[in-house]
């Protein structure tokens, strides 16, 4: 074979494997699921470097009574196990909804390239909705690549049941 249909071949062969955000997306909604199904926030997230999943996670808040049991901060403290560094350099994190301050701000300390989210949280939103601590405003020496959208309308449906059963649970008790 000669060397521009071998390297042809090959491109179209990397091309065909190369996972995109929707794939990766559709990781963490099924972390998301699992928290759905635990009486949790349904929020989950996936942390990929060189194209594979290093870390996985959802919200662990009520299990653990703890305010940090925030999916991104379990998957960064997995992701830096996985990687043996705190710095995630080159990775790219996925979540069902956009990070609060505090998470936003783990995901900036732990160099992570790209944040790639579903959904905007309007109460605590911290890259876009509240605020945008990621924007060119602040003077970071760390920049991270911001894309949101990504299986949108999977998440707020995710999260919309979750808080539909969680009021109906609370109208029966009232009754």
Aim: glycine share 4%.
């Amino acid at each position: 074979m000669n060397h521009a249909v071998d390297t042809a071949i090959r491109s179209l062969i990397k091309t065909m494997t190369n996972k995109t955000d929707e794939y990766y997306m559709q990781e963490a909604l099924k972390e998301a699921r699992k928290a759905f199904l635990k009486d949790e926030v349904p929020i989950g997230c996936v942390i990929v470097y060189n194209d594979k999943i290093i870390a996985r996670a959802y919200n662990k808040r009520q299990k653990t009574s703890n305010v940090l049991g925030h999916a991104e901060t379990i998957a960064i403290k997995k992701a830096s196990k996985k990687l043996n560094s705190w710095i995630l350099e080159g990775s790219t994190i996925y979540i069902t909804l956009e990070p609060c301050l505090m998470c936003a701000g783990a995901i900036l300390q732990a160099r992570i390239k790209n944040v790639v989210f579903a959904t905007f949280e309007p109460k605590f939103g911290a890259l876009g909705s509240i605020i945008n601590v990621f924007s060119n405003e602040y003077k970071f020496n760390h920049q991270i690549k911001v894309t949101s959208g990504i299986c949108k309308d999977e998440s707020s449906a995710l999260l919309k049941s979750y808080f539909q059963t969680k009021r109906l649970k609370k109208i029966d008790k009232n009754i």
